[in-house]
């Protein structure tokens, strides 16, 4: 509770499983990129330029958007959600 007052968030080192659920969740992202006729690597990255702790979605080798937080990998419909709209933000 502490914690949580003080606006704490956990970072992917310290709870791997937000990771974990947002690749989860690429992976449901990019069977519809596929379904599409979409073709390029999708892939969950944290760039070692960026300091910020943010995951971004890679798309043939580029990203745009805003980055995820670790917390939007808390639980799997919002993890979805983020992942899906991450390149659009």
């Not at 890679?58 to 991450?86: H, I, K, M």
Request: no cysteine.
């Amino acid at each position: 509770m502490a914690l949580r007052d003080t606006g704490f968030e956990p970072t992917f080192a310290l709870d791997p499983s937000l990771w974990v659920a947002l690749e989860q969740a690429l992976n449901v992202v990019e069977r519809d990129v596929r379904s599409a006729g979409i073709t390029g690597t999708l892939r969950l990255v944290i760039p070692d330029r960026d300091g910020s702790g943010l995951a971004w979605v890679e798309f043939r080798g580029g990203y745009q958007g805003n980055g995820l937080r670790p917390v939007e990998g808390g639980d799997a419909q919002g993890a979805l959600v983020s992942v899906a709209d991450a390149p659009r933000k």
